[in-house]
């Protein structure tokens, strides 16, 4: 779904054409976006939502975006450009664990993967989440950034707590260089990107203590819960 870019929008609303060129182009568009919604029907009942990108078509008369209409087909939430998302992880009726997610599509880019990363890094800096997305520049990369805080003097003296958020660009499945063919990669001259994706594996875990008492008191169990995240890389490499 490499559709029109920002700039091609601009170009391709500012031009005059016959009430039909319109209609055509349209429906062009649109049956463009229902045959890879079709594609991705195995999705269906799985998605959070869909984000909007920087490559997108945008109904003529309704100002629905071919993400919007994807998300119609596939009964998902449209997400907008940037969004939250909460998921609760519920051990029993008494404990959950909320953990947070950040998803932008990301900007700029560059030819160096350090570039990528410090985009990351500047969206963890002013973003309270515990995972921070971005797509984009079609690579797969991931950072770990950890803040300090304490806890909440309320409940007893504070101690200080270290948090780990998790920053990735999720990849992409554009084949930049295909023999015999044209894309905007080449002509830039830009570096290949491994097709692929990328996982976040998230487990709830409890350990159990056995605390010795003090002398005269009665032996207790403290309970510590977290979720364990291990980030994955999947490459599809081409034979």
Not at 91 to 98: V, W
Not at 121 to 146: C, F, K, P, S, W
Not at 197 to 221: Q, V
Request: proline share 2%; glycine share 8%.
């Amino acid at each position: 779904m490499d559709e029109l870019s920002t700039s091609e929008r601009h170009a391709f609303y500012a031009a005059h054409r016959h009430d039909s060129t319109e209609a055509n182009l349209n429906d062009f568009y649109i049956q463009r976006a229902m045959r890879f919604a079709k594609e991705i029907s195995f999705m269906k009942g799985r998605l959070i939502g869909l984000c909007e990108g920087n490559h997108y078509f945008q109904a003529m008369h309704s100002g629905i975006t071919t993400t919007q209409m994807m998300c119609k087909e596939l009964n998902t939430t449209y997400l907008g450009v940037k969004c939250f998302v909460i998921i609760r992880f519920r051990y029993d009726k008494h404990h959950a664990h909320q953990m947070v997610l950040c998803y932008h599509h990301g900007e700029g880019g560059g030819r160096r993967s350090s570039s990528s990363v410090s985009k990351l890094e500047n969206m963890a800096h002013t973003t309270n989440a515990d995972i921070i997305l971005q797509g984009h520049d079609h690579r797969i990369n991931h950072i770990q950034v950890t803040e300090l805080g304490v806890t909440d003097a309320r409940k007893g003296s504070p101690t200080v707590l270290q948090r780990v958020k998790h920053c990735a660009r999720t990849g992409g499945f554009l084949k930049g260089y295909v023999n015999e063919q044209r894309s905007y990669v080449a002509d830039s001259n830009l570096p290949p990107n491994a097709l692929g994706n990328i996982e976040f594996h998230i487990t709830p875990r409890k350990e159990t203590h056995l605390i010795t008492p003090e002398i005269g008191r009665k032996y207790h169990r403290e309970e510590k819960r977290w979720l364990h995240i291990e980030f994955h890389a999947c490459n599809y490499s081409e034979h």
